[in-house]
């Protein structure tokens, strides 16, 4: 089946520092999500990204759909404790309904 | 804060077994989902649901059979499981098929 590729898998950063993280796809997408998922938790919609260029934040989280419909980029800056998960981005056609497609997720861990 | 809920949050069963899941969602969506997330792995999806009707079944095997008896509730009927069927199940639902999902906390299962 299709799939995303998500990088980096894991990520290990100091409290304050700015974080990105990128998924693509030999595919185009029509939208694009971010979701983060805490431990023992479901998945968070944190972006929704629906038009190719589109750059859209959500307090210090900011995501981008790629010019090519084929990638989206998630960047948080000054990172928290609290900003510790995993990190899913979401790829969904027209033409597959609502099939989405998920990344592996991007595990962050936040050092204090 | 969320408007899709799971019940039970944790399981566990034996092989030879019958329970269900339960997924209830507050927010007038049409559409409802069952996903299972499984280690280190992208989330797979099971069954859609829209409007009550099944949309989509994933080549999911039998001893998982779903039930949609309104739009706001949402089951998974368990039987003869096998241990590699230990995931998290979680639930979402959109307000119709192509919108964008909103998932609940999930139900960690766990077949001895």
């Known amino acids: 089946g299709q799939q995303l590729n998500q990088s980096p898998q894991s990520m290990f950063i100091q409290e304050g520092e700015d974080v990105s993280m990128n998924c693509t796809s030999s595919?185009?997408?029509?939208?694009w999500l971010w979701y983060k998922q805490d431990p023992g938790e479901g998945p968070v919609l944190l972006i929704a990204l629906y038009k190719a260029g589109e750059l859209t934040s959500n307090g210090r989280l900011t995501a981008q759909f790629g010019i090519t419909r084929k990638d989206s980029f998630l960047n948080i800056s000054a990172s928290i404790p609290s900003d510790v998960g995993i990190y899913f981005c979401a790829g969904q056609r027209e033409t597959s309904g609502s099939r989405l497609t998920f990344g592996e997720g991007t595990q962050l861990t936040v050092n204090p | 804060e969320t408007g899709v809920t799971q019940t039970p949050r944790h399981l566990v069963m034996g092989m030879t077994n019958k329970k269900s899941l339960k997924c209830e969602q507050h927010?007038?969506?049409?559409?409802m989902y069952w996903y299972k997330q499984s280690a280190k792995k992208p989330l797979e999806l099971m069954f859609v649901y829209s409007l009550e009707e099944r949309v989509e079944n994933n080549s999911v095997p039998s001893r998982f059979s779903p039930e949609c008896p309104n739009s706001s509730h949402l089951f998974l009927h368990l039987h003869t499981l096998q241990p590699e069927d230990s995931a998290l199940y979680l639930c979402a639902s959109s307000p119709q098929k192509t919108d964008t999902q909103y998932f609940g906390p999930g139900t960690r299962l766990t077949v001895l």
């Open positions: 927010l007038g969506h049409n559409a």
């Open positions: 595919s185009i997408f029509n939208t």
